[in-house]
């Protein structure tokens, strides 16, 4: 819950306006304006990235892997590619991250099942 900055009566802080005296929900104005005004966060594609990297990394050790390593590449590979698609679609913040996230991630899953072929 916040309250009107108009007239103090309770609203709720999903509320456009205030029911009692119609003044502009000042809390979530505020919220809006926040996010648009830098277009997201980056803690949508910093993730997807690092998962990304995770899974490019892995991929290079020389032994054969057994099956936790492959489920765990796989695992991170699924989460940069879930993390980057999500930041790419909802914000316009990160996208570069978000894009190598998402490629590292499809690279990386590629990588770990044709490791098991
Ligand atoms: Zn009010």
């Known amino acids: ?10 609203i709720h802080e999903t509320a456009q306006s205030c029911p009692q005296c119609g003044a502009v929900n000042a809390a979530l ?20 990235l690092v998962c990304g990297l995770v899974v490019v990394v892995a991929l ?7 099956m936790d390593q492959v489920i765990g590449a796989i ?4 989460a940069a590619i879930v993390l980057g698609g ?3 679609a909802k914000q316009k913040r990160g ?23």
Request: proline share 4%; net charge negative; glycine share 16%.
């Open 29 to 48: 104005a505020t919220r809006k304006s926040t996010t648009e005004d830098q277009g997201g966060s980056l803690w949508l594609p910093i993730p997807s």
């Open 75 to 78: 695992g991170f590979a699924v």
């Open 95 to 117: 996208s570069g991250m978000a894009i190598a996230g998402l490629i590292l991630g499809i690279l990386g899953l590629l990588g770990a099942l044709g490791s098991q072929l």
């Open 86 to 88: 999500i930041s790419l």
């Open 60 to 66: 290079f050790d020389p032994d054969d892997w057994d």
């Open 1 to 10: 819950m916040s309250f009107c900055r108009g007239c103090g009566h309770q």
